[in-house]
């Protein structure tokens, strides 16, 4: 099975709207850390924000918010007042505790609108 | 300034040579990734490496591959007799338990 399912390969938001990016994941780690990256045109790998599997709440960072439901096992990126720049790949990653790498999903294109 | 920077940030280089991509932390870190992205594919994991020894790595990361911290600072990745399907970008990360940061990547066209 697929650590990270990430099952939108594209999305389009206007410019200053918000937009959901999903992430759902997989493991019997009681343990365990969600990231996401995004990476822009020129390739670099820019880390956004990180949720634990025992934080009460919410993840914040900004513009960034992670909408993180335990039970469902999914981490979703919310970008609130999207931004032309933006535009990117963006990828959800998840390291288990017990182990030592990051599972990375095939990442969702966005492309913001003017 | 970046957590992590990587050299070089291109490199070209004939099938069958070797090659050495570097990865210089900034401050300390505990562990050392190295993945691959093949050009419009995913995000593939190669090695960790902690408390300076490999502690993982994937099928992928075969006898053509090493790593090492030849100076407790710079982190490589060596690749020999490269083949034509290395072509890829290369990222380093380095984290602590709550933070992954990559570097910029290094693009390695095999000819």
């Known amino acids: 099975a697929q650590k990270i399912t990430q099952t939108q390969p594209g999305m389009f938001v206007q410019e200053k709207e918000a937009v959901t990016l999903d992430c759902t994941y997989d493991t019997s780690d009681p343990s365990y850390g969600l990231f996401w990256y995004k990476q822009p045109s020129s390739g670099e790998m820019i880390f956004l924000i990180y949720?634990?599997?025992?934080?009460?709440q919410n993840a914040t960072e900004g513009r960034y918010s992670l909408n993180f439901q335990k039970a469902r096992k999914s981490a979703n990126l919310v970008i609130s007042a999207s931004q032309l720049g933006d535009s990117a790949m963006y990828f959800c990653a998840m390291r288990e505790w017990s182990g030592n790498q990051f599972y990375f999903g095939t990442g969702t294109s966005l492309t913001v609108i003017p | 300034e970046p957590e992590v920077t990587q050299t070089p940030s291109h490199q070209v280089t004939q099938m069958g040579q070797e090659v050495i991509l570097r990865c210089v932390p900034i401050?300390?870190?505990?562990?050392f990734y190295w993945y691959r992205q093949i050009l419009g594919q995913k995000v593939e994991f190669l090695v960790s490496f902690y408390n300076n020894e490999i502690s993982e790595k994937s099928e992928i990361f075969d006898d053509q591959f090493s790593v090492e911290r030849p100076d407790g600072s710079n982190f490589t990745l060596k690749i020999r007799s490269t083949k034509l399907e290395d072509s890829a970008m290369y990222f380093c990360a380095v984290g602590r338990n709550t933070e992954a940061f990559f570097g910029q990547g290094t693009r390695l066209t095999v000819v």
């Open positions: 949720q634990g599997s025992y934080d009460q």
């Open positions: 401050s300390n870190h505990l562990y």
